[in-house]
Every structure is written in C-alpha cells, then in structure tokens.
C-alpha cells in the first residue's frame, strides 16, 4: 500500500494494489475508488483530502509491516 499526496490538487490517493485501474466510480462527493478489469478495490482517491483529513501525522496499529519507507 502507498499514500500519495498532491499538494497541487489537494488530492491523496491510497494505492491498495499495483494492478491497473479499469474503472473509476465515485462513490461520495470528493470519494472516487478504482477498480481493476476483475471489479477488485485497487486505490481510493480523496480530492480536497487537507479539509477532510488530518496529513500531518501519519499512524500505523498493529500493521505487519515488512518495510516502511518514507519519501
């Protein structure tokens, strides 16, 4: 899983997965989730995410993370 953050558009987008995404649906205001060609959940995209979420702090619990890597 990545977060990527884009300052310019004020979107986050979660990347659950590596695979394309076929198919973009919103599915609430500022709520867009990608599919893959198999209907599986690949990302979520959050426009104005700075309004709705907290950016500055970043909090993992009980994750069993194998790498953690910050840019």
């Known amino acids: 899983m990545k977060l990527h953050y884009y300052p310019e558009t004020d979107s986050l987008y979660i990347e659950l997965s590596a695979r394309p995404s076929a198919e973009t649906r919103e599915i609430a205001d500022g709520l867009?989730?990608?599919?893959?060609?198999?209907?599986?959940?690949?990302?979520l995209d959050?426009?104005?995410?700075?309004?709705?979420?907290?950016?500055?702090?970043?909090?993992t619990i009980s994750l069993p993370l194998g790498t953690l890597k910050a840019a």
């Open 46 to 59: 959050i426009d104005g995410a700075s309004g709705k979420l907290d950016l500055t702090t970043l909090e």
């Open 32 to 43: 867009n989730a990608d599919f893959d060609t198999a209907g599986n959940l690949v990302g």
